[in-house]
T-cell receptor, first 110, second 116 residues
Framework: DAKTTQPPSMDCAEGRAANLPCNHSTISGNEYVYWYRQIHSQGPQYIIHGLKNNETNEMASLIITEDRKSSTLILPHATLRDTAVYYCIASETGANNLFFGTGTRLTVIP | KAGVTQTPRYLIKTRGQQVTLSCSPISGHRSVSWYQQTPGQGLQFLFEYFSETQRNKGNFPGRFSGRQFSNSRSEMNVSTLELGDSALYLC???????????????FGSGTQLSVL
């Protein structure tokens, strides 16, 4: 799986959009971009994934650049409960031997 | 639908002992993966089981082992515990068929193991 690079931490004001970037310049054509988040002392929670096209679900939007070398996770209206570590992962299967890296610690500020 | 269930939630052991952790996947999921999470190393893949067979293994010593039963429930065992084995052990389940690309993992809340 391709390695990903994320900023170690970010702050976001409550109610504003949180935009979390991820660099995956060596991603292969078969690898999906996944986002998980982990709230303190809980297991990671799946957020969204995509291959080429932008994706949206009830939790977030995923914007993938045309060359697929980077992506952005967007939480449209951040709440305090969105404070967590967010992991960007590149994986072909999405289920085997995922490399989580260090992620981005997002703090939503009241 | 019940989520992934891990037991026990907390465990305290002493060096040299062994421990067995249990994981019940989501109903219908056939793949179970185990991860170790420590402050220093982050989340690290231990192994994955599918249909009672180990399908993938991470870079951990042989003291770490696992198994999966016919009902997809899984256990992992750590023998001869060391202080460095103190960690949050997470189990995740997925449908598991290799024909599905872009699978999602569903994690349990983990077992917090403390080795004294």
């Amino acid at each position: 799986d391709a390695k990903t690079t994320q900023p170690p931490s970010m702050d976001c004001a409550e109610g504003r959009a949180a935009n979390l970037p991820c660099n995956h310049s060596t991603i292969s054509g078969n690898e999906y971009v996944y986002w998980y988040r982990q709230i303190h002392s809980q297991g990671p929670q799946y957020i969204i994934h995509g291959l080429k096209n932008n994706e949206t679900n009830e939790m977030a939007s995923l914007i993938i650049t045309e060359d697929r070398k980077s992506s952005t996770l967007i939480l449209p209206h951040a709440t305090l409960r969105d404070t967590a570590v967010y992991y960007c992962i590149a994986s072909e299967t999405g289920a085997n031997n995922l490399f989580f890296g260090t992620g981005t610690r997002l703090t939503v500020i009241p | 639908k019940a989520g992934v269930t891990q037991t026990p939630r907390y465990l305290i052991k002493t060096r040299g002992q062994q421990v067995t952790l249990s994981c019940s996947p989501i109903s219908g999921h056939r793949s179970v993966s185990w991860y170790q999470q420590t402050p220093g190393q982050g989340l690290q893949f231990l192994f994955e089981y599918f249909s009672e067979t180990q399908r993938n293994k991470g870079n951990f010593p042989g003291r770490f082992s696992g198994r999966q039963f016919s009902n997809s429930r899984s256990e992992m065992n750590v023998s001869t515990l060391e202080l460095g084995d103190s960690a949050l052990y997470l189990c995740a389940s997925s449908l598991g068929t290799v024909k599905i690309k872009g699978e999602k993992l569903f994690f349990g809340s983990g077992t917090q193991l403390s080795v004294l």
